[in-house]
């Protein structure tokens, strides 16, 4: 739509435009909200959550109160510390927002604790992903407390659903703690209790609802921010979309939108927030900031398209790519096959790469990284890999027994009979390693070498190669069980197995360039008023690095935060 048309436009105005309702998007407008504002909240899909809805929901915020009540001592000068040891090409304004971040964080989710539903635990133990001065072990990262989605009524409906490989029996959520009592539902009384109280649970909300109404992870977190939205008597728009920004005398003062009884003009009198979700569904803001060869798998929420970075670019907004190309967040997916036919991305992020008796090669048949560290680093790893060998895609390789002990993907633990896994080609299988190789299409002689020195290590429990094991983080995410080293255990070489992985994004990381308030800036990065982006439409906060479990949602909230406070003081 073309602004000469505007005049003909049905119209309304409110204090504040919010666009799009994922995390950051609902963060905002409950923040509005409690601020006193008359706030319009428009979602593009059906549904509110976007991508945070199919995440982990972990939040980064070093110092928060949560762990500093558990009894957790961390303290923002050596996150500070952290940040500036791990983020590269530091600039006046980046330096701002990230002093911005770590000073504001814990008021932020107090705030937003403090005057909704929405609360928050200590994660204990969850080491940061980077051994450098000012890590920390535990202290810094916070989830969402398990939501009961039945209060929401028919407005449950309206939540995102988790991906269906994060759900059992159809829909059913679990969480991590819940795994090892479910694998184990036989071998105790408490844990056969535990399993059987779960699934009951989950067979009386199917008389009623869709899927299971216990919500953990990223799925508990927007339902508690849309339950607060609700009770605070902001009702989302559905199905529309922005069309375009207005700016008036050097100042955004409102946008067009269509829904679904068409377009209309929205002003906005203390301006705009855009957390459309970020670029990942667009084919030329992928192959414009993401690196080469581009990655085809995204595990970002479908309609995220790059509406708002669009229209802030549109306006001559800065759109921020990386120093280094990588444009996003990265996790390594295995691509499954659902039983209606359509495909499906695994995102491998902690409960199989780190335990031990796994390995992954590159198309050479060689280790390219130490499979045990972040799945951020293990993608970039990829890309290093391919540079050298041409690998991309890679595999993890393992075998019969380590399916049986931790699972692989999609193939849960226990299982002991592969054939239809095998038959689908989700995973592998072969009797000894040239068999694999020919299988694969890797080069066999370097497979069979891989295989030999990593097994001739792992005995020793020295990974001389990767050092694999040698962080908190590998340890955390290892079997204490084994010894020495919980990272490392021999690969049978009779009974192999591999799955395909491939780069996948949880986020872009990439975006619009903002100033510490969250305020979009120009080429010659100055604030344009009234503008403002948070979420993934943000350029991300952290650059290309990734420090820690909630990189994204933490961010995604405190520079909602930020955001709206701004808003109220340029408007003023």
């Given at each position: 739509?073309?602004?000469?048309?505007?005049?003909a436009l049905?119209?309304?105005?409110?204090?504040?435009?919010?666009?799009?309702?994922?995390?950051?998007?609902?963060?905002?407008?409950?923040?509005?909200?409690?601020?006193?504002l008359?706030?319009l909240?428009?979602?593009k899909?059906?549904?509110?959550g976007?991508?945070?809805?199919?995440?982990?929901?972990?939040?980064?915020?070093?110092?928060?109160?949560?762990g500093?009540?558990?009894?957790?001592?961390?303290?923002?000068?050596?996150?500070?510390?952290y940040?500036?040891s791990?983020?590269?090409?530091h600039?006046?304004?980046?330096?701002?927002?990230?002093?911005?971040?770590?000073?504001?964080g814990?008021?932020?989710?107090?705030?937003?604790?403090?005057?909704?539903?929405?609360k928050?635990?200590?994660?204990?133990v969850?080491?940061?992903?980077?051994?450098k001065?000012?890590?920390?072990?535990?202290?810094?990262?916070?989830?969402?407390?398990?939501?009961?989605?039945?209060v929401?009524?028919?407005?449950?409906?309206?939540?995102?659903?988790?991906?269906?490989?994060?759900?059992i029996?159809g829909?059913?959520?679990?969480?991590k703690?819940d795994?090892?009592?479910?694998?184990?539902?036989?071998?105790?009384?408490?844990?056969?209790?535990?399993?059987?109280?779960?699934f009951?649970?989950?067979?009386?909300?199917?008389l009623?609802?869709?899927?299971?109404?216990?919500?953990?992870?990223?799925?508990?977190?927007?339902?508690?921010?849309?339950?607060?939205?609700?009770?605070?008597g902001?009702?989302?728009?559905?199905?529309?979309?922005?069309?375009e920004?207005v700016?008036q005398n050097?100042?955004?003062?409102?946008?067009?939108?269509v829904?679904?009884?068409?377009?209309?003009?929205?002003?906005?009198?203390?301006?705009?927030?855009?957390?459309t979700?970020?670029?990942?569904h667009?084919d030329?803001?992928?192959?414009r900031?993401?690196?080469?060869p581009?990655?085809k798998?995204?595990?970002?929420?479908?309609?995220?398209?790059?509406?708002g970075?669009?229209?802030a670019?549109?306006?001559?907004?800065?759109?921020?790519?990386?120093e280094?190309?990588?444009?996003?967040?990265?996790?390594?997916?295995?691509?499954?096959?659902?039983?209606?036919?359509?495909?499906?991305?695994?995102?491998?992020?902690?409960?199989?790469?780190?335990?031990?008796?796994?390995?992954?090669?590159?198309?050479?048949?060689?280790?390219?990284?130490?499979?045990?560290?972040?799945?951020?680093?293990?993608?970039?790893?990829?890309?290093?890999?391919?540079?050298?060998?041409?690998?991309?895609?890679?595999?993890?390789?393992?075998?019969?027994?380590?399916?049986?002990?931790?699972?692989?993907?999609?193939?849960?633990?226990?299982?002991?009979d592969?054939?239809?896994?095998?038959?689908?080609?989700?995973?592998?299988?072969?009797d000894?390693?040239?068999?694999l190789?020919?299988?694969?299409?890797?080069?066999?002689?370097g497979l069979?070498?891989?295989?030999?020195?990593?097994?001739?290590?792992?005995?020793?429990?020295?990974?001389?190669?990767?050092?694999r094991?040698?962080?908190?983080?590998?340890?955390f995410?290892?079997?204490?069980a084994v010894?020495?080293?919980?990272?490392?255990?021999?690969?049978?070489?009779?009974?192999?197995?591999?799955?395909?992985?491939?780069?996948?994004?949880?986020?872009?990381s990439?975006?619009?360039?903002?100033?510490e308030?969250?305020r979009v800036?120009?080429?010659?990065?100055?604030?344009?008023?009234?503008?403002?982006?948070?979420?993934n439409d943000?350029?991300?906060?952290?650059?290309?690095?990734?420090?820690?479990?909630?990189?994204?949602?933490?961010p995604?909230?405190v520079?909602?935060?930020?955001?709206?406070?701004?808003?109220?003081?340029?408007?003023?």
């Amino acid at each position: 739509m073309q602004t000469p048309q505007r005049h003909a436009l049905r119209t309304n105005s409110v204090d504040l435009l919010v666009i799009g309702a994922g995390a950051a998007g609902m963060a905002a407008a409950i923040f509005a909200k409690l601020r006193g504002l008359d706030v319009l909240l428009v979602e593009k899909s059906d549904k509110v959550g976007g991508t945070a809805s199919t995440s982990a929901g972990t939040l980064w915020i070093p110092g928060n109160s949560q762990g500093a009540k558990a009894g957790d001592k961390d303290n923002v000068c050596e996150a500070a510390a952290y940040l500036d040891s791990l983020i590269a090409g530091h600039t006046p304004r980046t330096r701002r927002q990230r002093a911005a971040y770590l000073s504001t964080g814990v008021e932020a989710i107090d705030f937003l604790e403090a005057n909704t539903e929405v609360k928050f635990l200590p994660c204990g133990v969850h080491p940061d992903y980077h051994r450098k001065a000012g890590a920390a072990l535990r202290g810094r990262a916070i989830v969402p407390a398990p939501f009961d989605g039945r209060v929401l009524g028919s407005d449950f409906e309206r939540v995102r659903p988790p991906i269906p490989e994060f759900m059992i029996f159809g829909g059913m959520m679990v969480g991590k703690m819940d795994i090892p009592r479910l694998v184990g539902r036989f071998k105790s009384p408490a844990n056969f209790i535990y399993s059987t109280g779960l699934f009951l649970r989950y067979l009386k909300d199917r008389l009623r609802y869709s899927r299971g109404t216990r919500l953990m992870m990223g799925n508990a977190l927007v339902g508690r921010m849309y339950h607060s939205l609700l009770k605070l008597g902001v009702k989302p728009e559905f199905n529309t979309r922005l069309d375009e920004l207005v700016m008036q005398n050097g100042r955004v003062t409102g946008a067009t939108i269509v829904g679904p009884s068409g377009p209309r003009l929205v002003t906005a009198r203390k301006g705009v927030v855009l957390a459309t979700g970020g670029f990942a569904h667009n084919d030329a803001y992928r192959q414009r900031l993401m690196p080469d060869p581009t990655p085809k798998y995204s595990l970002a929420c479908e309609a995220n398209h790059g509406d708002g970075i669009a229209a802030a670019e549109a306006l001559g907004a800065r759109v921020n790519g990386s120093e280094n190309g990588s444009g996003g967040f990265w996790a390594p997916v295995s691509v499954t096959r659902r039983k209606d036919g359509t495909r499906g991305l695994f995102p491998h992020l902690s409960l199989d790469r780190a335990k031990p008796g796994l390995i992954a090669v590159n198309r050479a048949g060689r280790r390219f990284c130490n499979e045990a560290d972040s799945y951020h680093d293990f993608v970039e790893a990829m890309y290093r890999s391919n540079d050298r060998d041409g690998a991309i895609p890679s595999w993890l390789i393992c075998d019969g027994e380590f399916i049986r002990k931790y699972g692989l993907g999609l193939v849960y633990p226990g299982t002991s009979d592969l054939g239809s896994h095998v038959a689908s080609g989700y995973v592998a299988h072969a009797d000894n390693a040239e068999h694999l190789a020919a299988r694969l299409g890797v080069d066999p002689v370097g497979l069979k070498a891989t295989l030999d020195r990593y097994n001739e290590q792992a005995t020793r429990g020295v990974d001389e190669d990767f050092n694999r094991g040698h962080s908190e983080l590998n340890r955390f995410n290892g079997d204490p069980a084994v010894k020495p080293n919980p990272c490392l255990a021999p690969i049978d070489l009779g009974n192999l197995y591999a799955m395909e992985v491939w780069p996948a994004e949880i986020a872009c990381s990439a975006g619009i360039s903002t100033d510490e308030d969250g305020r979009v800036v120009d080429e010659q990065e100055q604030p344009m008023p009234g503008l403002f982006a948070c979420g993934n439409d943000m350029a991300s906060v952290m650059a290309d690095s990734y420090p820690g479990p909630g990189t994204t949602l933490g961010p995604a909230v405190v520079f909602a935060y930020r955001a709206v406070n701004a808003a109220l003081r340029e408007a003023d």
